[in-house]
């Protein structure tokens, strides 16, 4: 893992925000089967190009000029992590599991704003750009991400295969080796794309993976 266990399960007992209170245990998981419950913190690997999904304090010169987003080579980088956040409104809680067409939100743990889509034109490929925006108090509906899951499992896994499309444009979240060449140099652009391809496919990848909450 990028981080040593205790220093990102730290990240997670005191950084989570207010939301769903904090977390009492968690584990780092690298086997197959794993559940990814509310409250996980992950990276989010790009299976063709094996990138991590990432942004940083950089804004974008074009577009939004919101914060940026990409896909970045390097496993170590502590930008790439996300936390799985449920969106507002519903009874859904830190532990529980998340179902296949769930509509979830991700939050980008250094900087605590939310991955994000509209229409403006992303700076490489003029698809949809992907951004970053908001706080711990400000997030809407351009921050909803409806999981997909491929093949036929029910609920999201560290070993499946899952697609997310945003809500308010329908594209889904992609990536390619389309690389930019000047301030995120060789990191790949992300956006988003309305049609279903092979480039828009993710796996969960490192992170600490909270349990399920038991039912009682």
Known sequence: MA????????????????????ASSAHAANS???????GTVLKLMHERTKFRLHSHDVPYGSGSGQQ??????N?????????????????AKQGDTIKSGTIIRLQHMKTRKWLHSHLHASPISGNLEVS???????SDTGDYWRLLIEGSGKTWKQDQRVRLQHV?????L???DKKYTRIAGGQQEVCGIRDKRADNVWLAAEGVYLPVTESK
């Open 174 to 176: 992609h990536s390619h």
């Open 168 to 172: 308010d444009t329908s594209g889904y």
């Open 132 to 138: 970053c925006f908001g706080s711990e108090s400000e």
């Open 75 to 91: 496993v170590e980088d502590s930008n790439s992590y996300w936390i799985v956040r449920p969106q507002p409104g519903t009874s």
């Open 68 to 73: 940026s987003v990409t896909s970045f080579p």
């Open 32 to 38: 197959e089967e794993v559940q990814i419950t509310y």
């Open 3 to 22: 981080l040593p266990f205790f220093v990102l399960a730290l990240f997670v007992l005191f950084g989570l925000g207010s939301d769903h209170g904090s």
